[in-house]
Structures are given as structure tokens and as C-alpha cells.
């Protein structure tokens, strides 16, 4: 079946940075669109950034600049880089597998557990 592990998740202090990574079996990742989203406590889950074949990509506003989605198809994982966090970052971060370009959550077929990303300042 497929699974999506996430793992990098941390506390770190304001303005410094972290890497998350997100194991994917199961699935043809390489023709997988995937993302990221996350939720802060008392908030929705919303969208941080998705990847499609290596070259397109997308991001919110709020990390755009900051983040930096990647993925190594030969490993099957998917990474998103970043730098300059805020408190406001603050959140459980969900990887997503799916075939659909989009920013909705309903865009996408797998999610992982999650990993929790801490920002103090």
C-alpha cells in the first residue's frame, strides 16, 4: 500500500532553518504529483507548496521565497527546504501524494502522519 513518512521535523529558533523529507513507497512517485501542507493548532490545514515532475511548481504566499520544494525521483522523496522561519510557521507539516496539480487538500489521494515543526522567538 502506499505510505508517506515524513521525518526533519524539529524546534528551531526564529530565522533559522530546517529540512523536512518525505519517504513515498508504493506508488510511482516519479509521475506523482506531490506537496506540502500544514496546521497550526486551532487553524486549518492549508497549502505550503506541491511539486510536479521535478519543474513545476507552487507555492503560498506566506513561504514563498523562503520554502523550497524538491525531489529526488531516484530515491522516491520529496523535501521541502526552509529557511527563514517565523513563529507563525509553526505547525504539523503533512506531505501529499496525488495527480492533480492543485493547491486543495482535496487534491490529493495519500497523506502522511505528519512531523512537527516548531518555531520560537
Known amino acids: 500500500q502506499v505510505q508517506l513518512v515524513e521525518s526533519g521535523g524539529g524546534l528551531v529558533q526564529a530565522g533559522g532553518s530546517l529540512r523536512l523529507s518525505c519517504a513515498a513507497s508504493?506508488?510511482?512517485?516519479?509521475?506523482?504529483?506531490m506537496g506540502w501542507f500544514r496546521q497550526a493548532p486551532g487553524k486549518e490545514r492549508e497549502f505550503v507548496a506541491t511539486?510536479?515532475?521535478?519543474?513545476?511548481?507552487k507555492y503560498a504566499d506566506s513561504v514563498k521565497g523562503r520554502f523550497t520544494i524538491s525531489r529526488d525521483n531516484a530515491k522516491n522523496t520529496l523535501y521541502l527546504q526552509m529557511s527563514s522561519l517565523k513563529p507563525d510557521d509553526t505547525a504539523v507539516y503533512y506531505c501529499?501524494?496525488?495527480?492533480?496539480?492543485?493547491?486543495?487538500?482535496?487534491?490529493?489521494?495519500?497523506w502522511g502522519q505528519g512531523t512537527q515543526v516548531t518555531v520560537s522567538s
Open positions: 501529499a501524494a496525488g495527480v492533480v496539480f492543485g493547491t486543495s487538500g482535496g487534491s490529493y489521494d495519500y
Open positions: 508504493g506508488l510511482p512517485f516519479s509521475s506523482y504529483v
Open positions: 511539486s510536479w515532475s521535478g519543474r513545476f511548481t
